[in-house]
């Protein structure tokens, strides 16, 4: 955990008040998929359906389809002050669509695709991705087996930085983040 005790205190507030909003729609105590990703896109930024809803299955770590405070929590830590190692385990189970440990061509493809469909071209789009994906592969992939282990992975990233979002952001810019923080941890210190 990286957050101090009185971010833990903000960001458990901001739980309650945001998980209260939507409690007459469903029963249990926690943000579901919907009100999450509202989350991510008005305050983080994130316009991606497919990788905001992958982020929601990295928040929801035991899988109930519901953030719990905890789970809240957790996330946020990596949002706002992950270290290096914690964004690049998150960011490749983020990336690992099937969560089977590799991230496949088939995957990398239905990624960059997806990230990459606003840019109008001329040729056929699905060459120019595969031809990315190659690219990726021969950059990232260092046992050549065809597919990215979480070693692979990460020593991409350890050498490269920008890598870590190479299939899509999934992490809240500095602009986003400081704004969050400005405003969840600002107010409580006023009290
Ligand atoms: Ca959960
Ligand atoms: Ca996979």
């Known amino acids: 955990m990286n957050l101090n005790k009185?971010?833990?205190?903000?960001?458990?507030?901001?739980?309650?008040?945001?998980?209260?909003?939507?409690?007459d729609r469903f029963a249990a105590v926690g943000l579901d998929r919907n009100m999450f990703r509202n989350i991510l896109h008005c305050t983080f930024g994130m316009t991606d359906d497919m990788i905001m809803d992958r982020v929601f299955r990295a928040f929801d770590k035991d899988n109930d389809s519901c953030i719990s405070v905890v789970e809240w929590v957790e996330g946020l830590s990596i949002f706002l002050r992950g270290t290096l190692e914690e964004k690049i385990k998150y960011c490749f189970e983020v990336y690992d669509l099937n969560g089977d440990g590799y991230i496949s061509r088939e995957e990398m493809f239905h990624m960059?695709?997806?990230?990459?469909?606003?840019?109008?071209?001329e040729e056929d789009p699905d060459e120019g991705i595969k031809d990315l994906v190659e690219i990726t592969l021969k950059k990232m992939d260092y046992d050549h087996d065809g597919k990215l282990s979480f070693l692979d992975f990460e020593k991409a990233v350890r050498d490269e930085n920008l890598l870590l979002e190479a299939f899509g952001p999934c992490l809240p810019d500095i602009k986003s983040s400081m704004a969050f923080e400005l405003k969840t941890f600002q107010e409580t210190n006023e009290l």
């Not at 960059?112 to 071209?121: A, I, R």
């Open 112 to 121: 960059l695709k997806n990230s990459l469909l606003k840019q109008p071209s």
């Open 6 to 23: 009185k971010e833990v205190e903000c960001l458990i507030k901001l739980f309650h008040t945001l998980a209260t909003e939507s409690r």
